[in-house]
């Protein structure tokens, strides 16, 4: 039974939190690795790492 909170799981590091997360209910899983990306691009553009353009040009790399 999922639990619906895997990232919660003291046991694992970082990217398998991530990845259980992003992967627990299929049906789900490109709702919420868009939404995980788009938080993401937010706070490296809130922080300096990305700026605005960077980011629309990776998303034009993925739609071409």
């Not at 895997?6 to 919420?32: F, G, I, Q």
């Not at 706070?43 to 605005?52: M, Q, T, Y």
């Amino acid at each position: 039974m999922p639990t619906q909170n895997p990232h919660r799981n003291v046991d694992l590091c970082t990217s398998s939190k991530v990845y259980n997360t992003l992967t627990e209910l299929r049906h789900l899983e490109s709702h919420r690795s868009a939404k995980f990306l788009s938080l993401l691009a937010e706070n490296l553009v809130r922080k300096g790492l990305l700026n605005e353009h960077e980011v629309i040009h990776m998303l034009d790399l993925v739609v071409d």
